[in-house]
């Protein structure tokens, strides 16, 4: 059969069309092929779409025996072995495999403690979020984000508020890989981690939070706790540790505000180790240290880092950051509660706005967990940062009047104090 146009009434091909010379005509068009719009293509049109469809035949072809032949290779030298087919697939990740487990099962005292801690900061920020908005009278903003190598985060923000001026509560589960050089570092206090290898799996969940009241007389406060964990390749633990501590920072000294804030604590303290409070605290005002100022962040609170299996085991020093955790609540509440309607000045004002200042010195220059997640690939940056006041001020050569209160929070701030 002839791959010619043909004639729809007659049946029989149409011949090629012959050009006039000297005349300027309509192209002949063949009635039986048709464009996309139904329009007759032209002789010309009907060859270069002949010449297309046996261009992309041959490539079609191509392809497939390509396609056969690398098939063929891989299936003889690679057989798949019918007693284990799933050798041969990808090995999950170790995120992948936490999530899979908290679908199927979710989070029992029986879960790895990667995911029992990351239950336990949820549960913690919801509750403080909850107890926030009560105060303040408005909503946080919640923001769910999550990171390409595994977990994510829930920021909780709340900003020009009545109480707060700014607020934030963060919980953060992190799955990464640390460089030789950060494991070199690390193994100063964790000497299971491998020195030889170039890279090592991690895991961190945490929740952080910072608040900071709108009145001068409320105090900054500021949270954090913490798990650590190395991963080895087959997705077991490798070392794993503790961390964290909260802090209290006011503008102006109420000694009474120190003394509740500093005993709440202890008694959380006391419930575990007797010991941990006062070394806690020492250690507290050293890390706290704005060293360029020479006077520490607040009035401390605790502080501590690297609690692993020379501590105590893993469960008791969970049960003892569950309850410094808990303690929170009843431990700044009723200094907010007294403190946060009270007449201030506009010199009251500014001063408070130059403590700020100091604080962001700290956070940006000296402290570790704010360098850590700089320096963190794919880290949420306006987590990080969250820290930081709304406002705050720098004025050049600024010294507080001898003998007034701005006086002695600063003698205070020089030479830390015992409070209990």
Not at 232 to 259: C, H, M, R, S, V
Not at 264 to 281: E, L
Request: hydrophobic share 35%; net charge neutral.
């Amino acid at each position: 059969m002839s791959d010619k146009p043909t004639d729809k009434h007659t049946g029989k091909p149409q011949p090629k069309p012959r050009a006039t010379e000297g005349k300027t005509r309509e192209p002949v068009r063949l009635m039986s092929e048709v464009d996309a719009r139904g329009k007759p293509l032209t002789w010309k049109e009907y060859e270069r779409k002949e010449r297309r469809k046996t261009r992309w035949a041959w490539i079609w072809t191509v392809t497939g025996i390509i396609f056969v032949g690398v098939l063929a290779y891989d299936m003889h030298y690679n057989p798949i072995d019918p007693n284990h087919p799933d050798e041969h697939l990808e090995a999950p990740s170790v995120a992948e495999r936490d999530a899979l487990a908290k679908r199927e099962s979710g989070v029992t005292e029986n879960s790895s403690m990667r995911l029992r801690m990351e239950a336990f900061v949820k549960e913690q920020q919801s509750n403080i979020v909850a107890e926030l908005e009560k105060i303040d009278g408005g909503k946080f903003r919640v923001d769910t984000w999550d990171r390409m190598q595994g977990g994510g985060g829930i920021s909780c923000v709340l900003q020009d508020g009545v109480v707060f001026e700014k607020a934030g509560v963060n919980t953060s589960v992190v799955y990464g890989s640390l460089p030789r050089p950060a494991i070199l570092k690390m193994r100063a206090n964790h000497k299971a981690l491998d020195p030889d290898v170039e890279s090592l799996g991690f895991f961190a969940a945490g929740l952080s939070m910072v608040l900071h009241p709108r009145n001068p007389m409320a105090p900054t406060v500021h949270l954090n706790y913490r798990y650590f964990e190395t991963i080895n390749d087959d997705g077991t633990t490798n070392a794993w540790w503790f961390g964290g501590g909260t802090d209290l920072t006011p503008n102006y000294l109420f000694d009474e505000d120190a003394i509740h804030f500093h005993r709440t604590i202890k008694d959380a303290c006391d419930k575990h180790d007797r010991d941990y409070y006062p070394r806690f605290k020492k250690w507290c005002d050293e890390y706290f240290s704005v060293k360029h100022r020479g006077e520490t962040r607040g009035l401390g609170g605790i502080f501590f880092d690297d609690l692993d299996e020379g501590e105590k085991d893993q469960e008791n020093l969970f049960a003892f950051v569950q309850d410094c955790a808990k303690a929170f609540l009843p431990s700044y509440l009723p200094i907010l509660a007294k403190r946060m309607n009270m007449p201030y000045s506009e010199q009251e004002r500014a001063w408070q706005q130059l403590r700020r200042g100091r604080y962001v010195e700290f956070n940006l220059v000296h402290d570790r967990g704010t360098s850590f997640g700089l320096n963190t690939p794919g880290a949420r940056i306006e987590s990080i940062l969250m820290s930081l006041p709304l406002t705050a001020r720098w004025q050049y050569m600024h010294e507080p009047q001898p003998g007034s209160r701005e006086d002695r929070l600063t003698n205070v701030l020089r030479t830390p104090v015992d409070w209990i």
